[in-house]
């Protein structure tokens, strides 16, 4: 990682936070590291350990007795976050402050209120701590409700295509998917991000029916090419079937975006510039679809779990019983301490089959980051890889490498105690539910202790370390709690690193020369001669 940079020059001098390096607790957990807790070892894990090491908040459990942590690393953890002022951060986000920023550069200058869209339930015996935010929220809210009870009693729709594209897709999407035991009958939901034609065909060519399809369009920015030119490839398709795409186009965007054209839209519903796409799941971005799909109640619910998480992660000092701030805690032992580059997040739930996706965008889009908030190039690593399947179609592919492959992949394992639909069966003394979940617990205690015999090639070294997160059931209030647990792990990471976890420049670069190479196309499409010698079109030009 370099350190210096002739592009990056300090214009402000003095930081307010320690270097990374000079923080009493990372010189504490580095030299707890030399010899961390090894879970390999005979009778490292116990009763006792299991019963001790273990958080919950809003019907979820985290276990950590499989992480390669003692109570020493615990506390010198804990010690690290007050150092670096983590609860002082998330107080400032909750509350409005400007955070979303560089200090002395050119950056986003903005707040960073994902959390005001739930704060909407506390009867305001205690104000909201972002009021006006919630107040705005409030508004598109009530119109949701109103819309959702218009769908309901005219019976006009049945079907919904949702168009977006990362924050506007991954997270709505995710959660869609993880609900289908709570699906309105008679509703479906589709979604196209891909600017591939095909996406976009493969879903046009499912739907049953065209005249009873709802279309969102779903960008904050409103001007996402992918989502523009997917937009205006679906318009056209209605209008080829004799449909008028004013009666079936609906929209969520930022106020005043280029998408802000309400005569276009049947209806048009609000985010605002303080919802990063990757945390816009609770904001309009997933309310409409979710609420057409799984019902306005179910939607309330997913607000209700994320709110109350949100209360865990900013209410409860004592790292042991925040699961948010214990969680990005052991990632950063995980990632900083031991050296490990990835997470693999392994649900052992089919209905969270896109959680991960969901999770890969919200956590490496806001924490691959190689600057702190003051510019300066960072000297240790940030967030890690994170990648994963739901087992146990996972164990039969990748869990291979992850028990005797020579890279260790920290886990987070994610189960629930009740199948969504209740359809099992008992099968020689236990249901499928109780299979799902012994392969869980397994494979857990598989990667910390490990099993070691004369045969090298059946050893397992362990102390390979994971946690499991735990619930009773994946209904709309623990969707929502588990949601919120990993959008302020991610927070709570960011400041730990005391980087900026709320822009994304790294992927600007990308957008630019994809844009360059569109000019190269449209010349090819007119007939007109693209110059040879640039690398732009040497690179069209292998196209076969
Ligand atoms: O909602 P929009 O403005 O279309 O943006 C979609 C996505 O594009 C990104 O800016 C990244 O390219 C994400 O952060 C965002 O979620």
């Known amino acids: 990682i370099p350190t210096t940079s002739p592009g990056l020059m300090r214009l402000k001098g003095g930081s307010s ?63 690290l976050a007050k150092e670096r002022d983590v609860f002082g951060k998330m107080k400032a986000m909750m509350d409005g402050e400007v955070i979303n920023k560089i ?98 065909a493969m879903v046009l060519k499912s739907i049953p029916d065209l005249s009873k399809t709802l279309v969102l369009v779903c960008s904050k920015s409103g001007g996402t090419l992918e989502t523009l030119t997917n937009e205006q490839l679906v318009r056209d398709y209605f209008v080829k079937k004799g449909l008028d ?20 839209y049947l209806i048009s519903f609000y985010m605002f510039d303080y919802i990063g796409g990757r945390y816009s799941a609770t904001s309009m971005v997933g309310g409409p679809m979710l609420a057409f799909g799984l019902g306005y109640q179910n939607y309330e619910m997913i607000l209700k779990g994320a709110h109350d998480m949100d209360r865990n992660a900013i209410g409860e000092k004592d790292v042991r019983k925040n699961l948010p701030l ?65 087992g146990t179609n996972g164990q039969h592919s990748f869990y291979q490498l992850i028990h005797q492959g020579t890279d260790v992949v920290p886990c987070e394992f994610v189960g629930f105690t009740n199948s969504q639909f209740g359809m099992d069966l008992d099968v020689k003394g236990t249901t499928s539910q109780q299979k799902l979940n012994s392969n869980l617990l397994a494979q857990s205690l598989a990667m910390a202790q490990g099993h070691i015999t004369s045969n090298p090639n059946k050893c ?14 994946l209904d709309p209030y623990t969707l929502g709690a588990l949601l919120a647990l990993y959008e302020h792990k991610v927070a709570f990471q960011g400041f730990l690193w005391d980087i900026n976890s709320f822009d994304q420049e790294g992927v600007q670069l990308g957008k630019v020369l994809a844009n360059q190479f569109l000019d ?8 007109e001669a693209v110059p040879a010698t640039d690398n732009l079109s040497a690179l069209v030009q292998q196209m076969p």
């Open 17 to 79: 936070m320690p270097t990374w390096s000079d923080n009493p607790a990372v010189i504490k957990l580095r030299e707890i590291a030399k010899n961390p807790y090894d879970l390999s070892a005979k009778d490292a894990i116990s009763p006792a350990r299991i019963n001790m090491m273990q958080a919950s908040a809003c019907g979820l459990k985290l276990l950590y007795a499989t992480e390669r942590v003692d109570e020493a690393t615990v506390d010198a953890l804990s010690n």
């Open 520 to 527: 190269i196309y449209q010349k090819v499409n007119k007939g």
């Open 245 to 264: 795409p004013k009666k079936h186009f609906a929209c969520v965007t930022g106020k005043g975006s280029p998408m802000d054209n309400p005569a276009e």
């Open 460 to 473: 397992f070294d362990g102390n390979r370390p994971n946690c499991v997160i735990l619930g009773k059931k």
């Open 326 to 390: 214990l969680l990005a805690l052991l990632g950063v032992w995980n990632r900083n301490f031991l050296g490990h580059q990835t997470l693999a997040v392994l649900p052992y739930s089919q209905a969270l089959v896109r959680f991960t996706a969901h999770l890969q965008q919200l956590d490496m889009e806001s924490n691959g980051k190689h600057i702190d908030r003051e510019g300066r190039f960072v000297d240790y690593a940030t967030g890690p890889i994170i990648w994963g399947e739901p």
């Open 103 to 200: 200090e002395s550069y050119e950056s986003e200058n903005r707040k960073v209120l994902h959390t005001a869209m739930r704060d909407v339930f506390d009867k305001r015996n205690e104000a909201p701590a972002a009021k006006e935010a919630s107040d705005l929220e409030m508004t598109e809210l009530s119109k949701l409700k109103d819309w959702c009870n218009k769908l309901d009693k005219e019976k006009t729709f049945t079907d919904l295509i949702l168009i977006g594209i990362g924050g506007s897709d991954l997270g709505p999407r995710a959660l869609y998917l993880a609900l289908q035991g709570y699906k309105k009958d008679n509703r479906r939901v589709h979604f196209v991000s891909n600017v591939d034609p095909d996406d976009a």
